[in-house]
């Protein structure tokens, strides 16, 4: 089992960046695969991005791809996603979540907001 803590959401502006975290109360945290996934005002949860548990693996939802970039450190038991050239769009609650292999993800944050500010 595994607890998931996210943060580093906030205001941001059109162009601007962020970084989020995902910090994990497991030992065994290398054993899971990461994902990001995000909830828009009014919409559905969407996939956002995954990475591996050896980082040897990542991908990217099409609307993100080349603005945001997921990693993860094992010796820190953290995940992070790197977000930049922020859009509009972009706004949403920020939710990391972790899978063993081929199951499900089982295991959620409790997500972080991110808001444009105008």
């Known amino acids: 089992q595994v607890q998931l803590v996210e943060s580093g959401g906030g205001l941001v502006r059109a162009g601007g960046s962020l970084r989020l975290s995902c910090a994990a109360s497991a030992r065994t945290f290398s054993y899971f695969d990461l994902g990001w996934f995000r909830q828009p005002p009014g919409k559905e949860r969407e996939f956002v991005a995954f990475?591996?548990?050896?980082?040897?693996?990542?991908s990217y939802a099409d609307s993100v791809n080349g603005r945001f970039t997921i990693s993860r450190d094992n010796g820190k038991n953290t995940a992070y996603l790197q977000m930049s050239s922020l859009k509009l769009e972009d706004t949403a609650v920020y939710y990391c979540?972790?899978?063993?292999?081929?199951?499900?993800?089982?295991?959620w944050g409790q997500g972080t907001q991110v808001t444009f500010s105008s």
């Open positions: 979540a972790a899978k063993v292999g081929y199951a499900k993800y089982e295991y």
């Open positions: 990475i591996s548990r050896s980082s040897s693996s990542t």
